[in-house]
Structure formats: C-alpha cells, structure tokens
T-cell receptor
Framework: GAVVSQHPSRVICKSGTSVKIECRSL??????MFWYRQFPKQSLMLMAT?????????EQGVEKDKFLINHASLTLSTLTVTSAHPEDSSFYIC???????????FGQGTRLTVV | AQSVTQLGSHVSVSEGALVLLRCNYS??????LFWYVQYPNQGLQLLLK??????LVKGINGFEAEFKKSETSFHLTKPSAHMSDAAEYFC?????????????FGSGTRLSIRP
C-alpha cells in the first residue's frame, strides 16, 4: 500500500532556531499534501495545503511566514518552523492522497519540542 | 459549513464488551466519512471509510460503522473490545474525491479498555 514517510520523528530545538520537517510519498506522486498540527489530547487541525509547484494555501490563523511550506517535487513537501518558540511545540503530521482515491495516507508525525 | 462532532472525549469499556464511539456530521453535500485510529506518538491509521456505497461499512480489527443519513451519524462499533483497541479514535469528513480534498477531523475520543 501507499506509504507516507515523515522525518524526523522527534526533534528538540532551541528557541529562535528553525526546524525543517519532511514529508515524502514513497510509492506514489502527490500533487497535494496536507500539514496538520495536533496539541496534546486534541484533534488534528489543518494548517495548510501544500501544492506541488505553487504556493501553499494556509488556513485562517496560520502564519505563512512562520510555517514555510515548500512542495518542490511530486513526492516531497517540507514544513519549516521558523524562529521557533516554546508555544510551537506540538505534534505535526502530514498526509497525502492519491488521485481518484478518497483515503488519505498519514505520516508518522513529528514531535517538535522547543526549549 | 462542514463539521464533525464526536460525543464523548473519553470512553472506557471492559475487555470483551461492546465498543460504541459516536460521531455526527454536518455537511451541505454528501460527504465521505472515515474513522481513523491513532496510537501514542504515531500517525493515523485508517479503520474504515464510507463513500456512498453500502451504509454499513466493515473495517479492520473487527470495527464497523453505519452511515445514517437521517441522523447524520456515523458511529463506530466493535462487538467485543480487546486490550489492543486502547487508542485515540478520530471521525473525519471529506467532501471531495480528489487528492486536493481537505479532511475535517472530529475532536477525537480516547478509548480505554478495562481488564
């Protein structure tokens, strides 16, 4: 089956630094990927839609300059948390769907801790 | 606007007992509905999906869900709970049949299994 791989699974960074999270579709091409954020004991909140070859579409309230998304190829989308602060600490999950399929495949998630 | 409501943030059942996790949705167009399971610090795994075919949907691990349009519900059930079923469960809705379709998640229900 299709697999979406996310890397790293855990990252700890210092406040003020930037962190890049990768999301790869391993056996299919994904023109669209989605980035979610999940706070402890809460649901997944869609942050942005990553579009291959064009700008990402951000959900209301998500700072596009803080959460940079690059979808440079059909199998890779990256989320960069810039100038990270402790309140950015969260679980970030990406997903991708193959064309003509309604089922989304999710990455394993990335636990970001900003200290 | 589309939304998903999960009733009960925490459900606890005894091993071997019936599992019932409730989900109601709101959508102006026929939705696709999903149940996902999430184990700690992991991504999401699809349990089952409804895509306008049979209203009773069977998924993995013995779970099933019934789509009831009149009640706008998509409750998840399992006849006999197993200890390994303890996890977070998310009901989700999608409006599209393409890779660009957003998924809207419910708030999640944590299932605990008592020995």
């Amino acid at each position: 089956g299709a697999v979406v791989s996310q890397h790293p699974s855990r990252v700890i960074c210092k406040s003020g630094t930037s962190v890049k999270i990768e999301c790869r579709s391993l056996d299919f091409q994904a023109t669209t990927m989605f980035w979610y954020r999940q706070f402890p004991k809460q649901s997944l909140m869609l942050m942005a839609t990553s579009n291959e070859g064009s700008k990402a579409t951000y959900e209301q309230g998500v700072e596009k300059d803080k959460f940079l998304i690059n979808h440079a190829s059909l199998t890779l989308s990256t989320l960069t948390v810039t100038s990270a602060h402790p309140e950015d600490s969260s679980f970030y999950i990406c997903s991708a769907t193959r064309d003509r399929e309604e089922k989304a495949f999710f990455g394993q998630g990335t636990r970001l801790t900003v200290v | 606007a589309q939304s998903v409501t999960q009733l009960g943030s925490h459900v606890s059942v005894s091993e071997g007992a019936l599992v019932l996790l409730r989900c109601n949705y709101s959508s102006s167009v026929p939705p696709y509905l999903f149940w996902y399971v999430q184990y700690p610090n992991q991504g999401l795994q699809l349990l089952l999906k409804y895509t306008s075919a049979a209203t009773l949907v069977k998924g993995i691990n013995g779970f099933e869900a019934e789509f009831k349009k009149s009640e706008t519900s998509f409750h998840l059930t399992k006849p006999s709970a197993h200890m390994s079923d303890a996890a977070e469960y998310f009901c989700a809705l999608s409006l599209g049949y393409s890779s660009a379709s957003k998924i809207i998640f419910g708030s999640g229900t944590r299932l605990s299994i008592r020995p």
